[in-house]
């Protein structure tokens, strides 16, 4: 079993930056990536981010160049570093860990993230 907390959701302007940790618990070996998905109110969840465990990363077109995603294994977390925000990057966040066996996805509980001025 593998546990995903997020946390840095907020309230930012648009042009803002916000910042994103995903803190993983549990079994991590058999997880091959890990990544970020939103979903707005009515809408369905849409990729964001990813990088696999050989650090290859990426990223949905709506947010290349303004978001970064990174891992650092030793503290099991994931970052989404979010620049140059929009009202549409309004929506929440969810932390994803892909399996390798049997295809398993382990999400996060999400964190809202609202831009606005």
């Known amino acids: 079993q593998v546990q995903l907390v997020e946390s840095g959701g907020g309230l930012v302007q648009p042009g803002g930056s916000l910042g994103l940790s995903c803190k993983a618990s549990g079994n991590m070996k058999f997880i091959q990536a890990m990544g970020w998905y939103r979903q707005a109110a009515g809408k369905e969840r849409e990729f964001v981010a990813a990088?696999?465990?050989?650090?290859?990363?990426n990223y949905a077109d709506p947010v290349k160049g303004r978001f970064t995603v990174s891992r650092d294994n030793a503290k099991n977390t994931l970052y989404l570093q979010m620049n140059n925000l929009k009202p549409e990057d309004t929506a929440v966040y969810y932390c994803l860990a892909h399996g390798s066996s049997f295809g398993s996805d382990y999400w996060g509980q999400g964190t809202q993230v609202t831009v606005s001025s």
């Open positions: 990088v696999n465990n050989g650090g290859q990363r």
